[in-house]
């Protein structure tokens, strides 16, 4: 049966490629903030593109918080995306100033350390073995834009509760490229801008709904 998957409308966010990216993938695409639609669906995606602060106030004003707290708390699947990443952290920081994000993981995005900014263009990451959205893309090259990210992992899990798989990729310094983090998934990178690799990404997170 086809996968439900929405597309959060929360008036940012690259829309349009996304959209097509998760039709691509198989799944059946609807762009809303439809509260009912968005607990529904098999799966959510949060897309995200601009500034840490007027993403947070772009979801906090249309319910995104919310929706995506919800999912969570009833293992419902949710994949966000460059920013749509960076927001499930606890704050970013730009310019001096610090945003609280949505708090799902710890840790600060800041700005990378590197001779040029934005990090725009192709590169590899290093996915553990074990990784889901990498099944068999483990060394293909991904498309990123952006100057911040999170540059530690501090997430403590005791078991039984398994350890998240993250992924990381090297642009002046080490930054996390992806998580996977029980229904709760990520990347840095825009896999519906990474050609077939990011499709067969976003095939692999369609099929584990």
Same mark, same amino acid.
């Given at each position: 049966?086809?996968k439900?998957?929405?597309v ?6 690259n829309?349009? *490629? ?5 039709e691509a993938?198989?799944?059946r695409?609807?762009?809303?903030? @439809?509260?009912?639609?968005c607990?529904?669906? @098999? ?10 602060a007027a ?20 293992g ?6 460059c920013?749509?990443m960076?927001?499930l952290?606890?704050a970013?920081v730009e310019?001096?100033?610090?945003t609280?994000g949505?708090?799902?993981w ?14 725009m ?8 073995a074990d *990784? ?8 293909e ?6 100057s ?5 992992w ?7 509760f ?7 990729c090297e ?18 990178f825009h896999p519906?801008? *990474?050609g077939?690799?990011?499709?067969r ?6 099929n584990s709904?």
């Amino acid at each position: 049966m086809t996968k439900t998957v929405v597309v959060f409308d929360y008036g940012t966010g690259n829309i349009h *490629s996304a959209m097509k990216a998760v039709e691509a993938a198989g799944a059946r695409a609807v762009l809303t903030r @439809d509260r009912a639609a968005c607990a529904d669906a @098999d799966g959510l995606l949060v897309p995200g593109v601009g500034a840490f602060a007027a993403v947070m106030d772009a979801l906090r004003t249309h319910g995104g918080d919310e929706v995506i707290e919800r999912r969570l708390a009833g293992g419902r699947p949710v994949l966000g995306i460059c920013v749509g990443m960076q927001v499930l952290f606890d704050a970013g920081v730009e310019g001096g100033v610090e945003t609280p994000g949505l708090g799902q993981w710890p840790g600060v995005v800041r700005r990378l350390e590197a001779p040029i900014l934005p990090h725009m263009g192709w590169n590899t990451v290093t996915a553990p073995a074990d *990784s889901t959205l990498f099944a068999g893309i483990g060394g293909e090259r991904f498309y990123f834009v952006h100057s911040y990210a999170a540059t530690e992992w501090t997430l403590d899990v005791i078991p039984p509760f398994p350890a998240p798989r993250v992924t990381w990729c090297e642009y002046g310094e080490p930054f996390v490229a992806a998580v996977e983090n029980g229904p709760l998934s990520a990347t840095q990178f825009h896999p519906e801008k *990474s050609g077939a690799a990011g499709i067969r990404l976003l095939t692999n997170w369609v099929n584990s709904l």
